[in-house]
């Protein structure tokens, strides 16, 4: 199995900056694509960046210019640099990952416990 902890929350206010961290661990072979979620209250969870294995990266267009998504692949571990943050950024942040346990095993979707992220205006 694998683990992703999350770390990196907090109350900011509008404007500021947070940079959150998830590392992954346990059984992996391999990680295809880590990513960022974000769930307000009273809404879906939403994709807000994912970067895949070579490097590539989509973002949400909310968040477009001001959050940064990058990636350890020694560590396990993705980032999420979040710049200019609004009271509307404001959510529980999940870290996801499509990995594989073992050679031989399938592609599985893993989750973080989550990490809440508030911003005051």
């Known amino acids: 199995q694998v683990q992703l902890v999350e770390s990196g929350g907090g109350l900011v206010q509008a404007g500021g900056s947070l940079r959150l961290s998830c590392a992954a661990s346990g059984s992996i072979f391999s990680i295809n694509s880590m990513a960022w979620y974000r769930q307000a209250p009273g809404k879906q969870r939403e994709l807000v960046a994912r970067i895949i294995s070579g490097g590539s990266t989509n973002y949400a267009d909310s968040v477009k210019g001001r959050f940064t998504i990058s990636r350890d692949n020694a560590k396990n571990t993705v980032y999420l640099q979040m710049n200019s943050l609004k009271p509307e950024d404001t959510a529980v942040y999940y870290c996801?990952?499509?990995?594989?346990?073992?050679?031989?095993?399938?592609?599985?979707?893993?989750w973080g416990q989550g990490t809440q992220v508030t911003v005051s205006s």
């Open positions: 996801n990952a499509q990995a594989r346990p073992t050679r031989d095993s399938y592609e599985y979707n893993y």
